[in-house]
């Protein structure tokens, strides 16, 4: 494949770069931040992005939700499938990507390893399982000091699942940032905290508290390098296909193919 990397001078950029090449496909250049005035030292060129929408097979993004809207603006006019991995995306950001998914084909996730995606798929069913009245579900996210959004992608991910098990809407049911006199938990809320520090890759855990028990589920990611290869897998599986947003549980087989219909 063809392959143009988004934010080259980043920790997944450069994370991706390494993958891609060892698996022999062709880093034909990458995106730096504009705003960035951090030297950029590497043998991959950095280009422009209406260059790299024409001439790549696949784009793959982890950057940043502000750069979302114009990313999703050029590489519609272009030929390349975009797989997009950036977090903290705002609603209105997420018009824009489900726009562009009409001219090209699209696979956004918020957590591109299978652990946390299988994760996802067994708390819809314990969700489905136990009563929201008695089975308290709080999820507890812990990421690198770096961090700029809170909760992180994979924990609303996962609070989603919870809810959808549940037949509502984590909107609906959300309860983070718990600070102060707030009050006591709300029955059938989802919970949310989030710490930040040093180097940790990903750590979430989400657990369902009644008075007599309780059922945790935990992940930890060690290494990014599951984040990239999950990408580039993805990559491979989405150049082809046509446009429409695909979710990383269809590459997965975890749910049948939808594209466009995908709700
Ligand atoms: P990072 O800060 O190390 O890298 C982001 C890079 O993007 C930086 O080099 C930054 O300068 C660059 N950038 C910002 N705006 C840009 C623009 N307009 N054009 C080009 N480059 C731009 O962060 P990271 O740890 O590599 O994570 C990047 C994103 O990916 C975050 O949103 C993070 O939450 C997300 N992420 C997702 C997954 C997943 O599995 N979906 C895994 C890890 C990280």
């Not at 001078?9 to 730096?32: S, W």
């Not at 069913?125 to 000091?145: F, G, K, N, S, W």
């Not at 996962?158 to 940032?177: C, F, I, K, W, Y």
Request: aromatic share 4%.
């Amino acid at each position: 494949m063809r392959v143009g990397i988004l934010g080259i001078a980043g920790r997944m950029g450069q994370e991706l770069v390494a993958q891609a090449r060892a698996a022999g496909h062709d880093v034909i250049g990458g995106t730096l931040n504009p705003a960035s005035a951090r030297a950029y030292r590497n043998d991959i060129p950095a280009l422009g992005l209406p260059h790299l929408a024409g001439q790549s097979d696949v784009v793959i993004d982890f950057t940043h939700a502000d750069a979302v809207a114009e990313h999703a603006r050029v590489l519609s006019t272009g030929r390349a499938a975009w797989v997009l991995g950036t977090t903290g995306i705002a609603p209105e950001q997420q018009l824009q990507v489900e726009a562009a998914s009409h001219r090209i084909a699209v696979l956004q996730a918020a957590h591109f390893g299978l652990g946390i995606n299988l994760l996802m798929t067994v708390a819809r069913q314990l969700a489905a399982i136990l009563p929201a009245e008695t089975y308290d579900a709080e999820i507890v996210e812990m990421h690198h000091r770096q961090k700029v959004d809170a909760p992180s992608g994979s924990a609303l991910l996962l609070g989603q699942a919870v809810a959808e098990g549940r037949g509502t809407t984590l909107a609906a049911v959300m309860e983070s940032g718990r600070d102060g006199h707030c009050g006591a938990r709300a029955t059938g809320a989802i919970g949310f905290a989030s710490l930040r520090g040093g180097q940790i890759v990903g750590e979430h855990s989400l657990s369902f508290t009644a008075l007599g028990e309780q059922i945790t589920l935990s992940h930890r990611a060690f290494d990014r390098n599951i984040f990239a290869a999950g990408a580039m897998r993805a990559a491979a599986w989405l150049v082809g296909r046509p446009p429409g947003l695909y979710g990383i549980d269809e590459m997965l087989d975890l749910r049948p193919a939808r594209g466009h219909d995908r709700q």
